[in-house]
């Protein structure tokens, strides 16, 4: 999956709302890059640590490694891939019992998305494609809709909107609106796991 669709800010949103739900989550910062390690870095230094456990594993060895750090006492454990390295994807779709594919509602990324889709697909896991800094009403929206539904792509309900607030928590703790569309999105993902 390519960069800018969201990536690290709905892993790391994903990890807090578990954490939130159940106690504990491991948020697994597995691109090179380093951003979900960083954000939780820079929230501790502003004095409001993430409630998820964040550690950097950017390895195509991430099974081995998940299981060395002891990851399945996490109730929930979140991979923040990095873009354009398969292997590491790879790596990461191997452990998953679902495989959150952020896209936002534009051709070239809704093109670009689809490369993901099928990895997922092919290593036997089921994707669920969760559309970011979507504005509702438009024509791109609609037109993703439309083509994730012909093609049989699980969509997520709850979708995240275009909104400064939620661009500029990097580094923070996750506030609202954005806790609260993680909190349904987590909902949603733990039934389709069922």
Do not use: C, F, N
């Not at 089921?126 to 438009?138: D, K, N």
């Amino acid at each position: 999956m390519k960069g800018g669709v969201g990536k690290t800010t709905l892993a790391v949103a994903l990890a807090e709302a578990a954490a939130e739900r159940d106690g504990g989550a491991l948020l697994v910062d597995a691109d090179s890059q380093g951003s979900a390690m960083k954000h939780a870095e820079l929230a501790e230094e502003a004095g409001a640590p993430l409630s998820s456990v964040t550690v950097a594993l950017p390895t195509r060895d991430l099974p081995r490694r998940l299981q060395g750090i002891g990851a399945a006492r996490y109730g929930i454990v979140v991979v923040d891939t990095p873009p354009g390295h398969e292997a590491v994807t790879r790596a990461a779709i191997s452990v998953a019992d679902l495989a959150i594919v952020p896209a936002r509602p534009t051709p070239v990324d809704l093109e670009r998305a689809w490369a993901t889709i099928d990895l997922v697909e092919e290593m036997g896991r089921r994707p669920l494609v969760v559309l970011s800094q979507i504005r509702l009403g438009t024509r791109a929206l609609a037109a993703t809709l439309r083509a994730l539904e012909a093609a049989g792509v699980q969509v997520a309900p709850t979708m995240i909107p275009q909104r400064e607030a939620v661009s500029l928590g990097y580094g923070a703790r996750i506030g609202r609106p954005l806790s609260t569309l993680a909190a349904a999105l987590l909902a949603e993902i733990m039934e389709a796991v069922k």
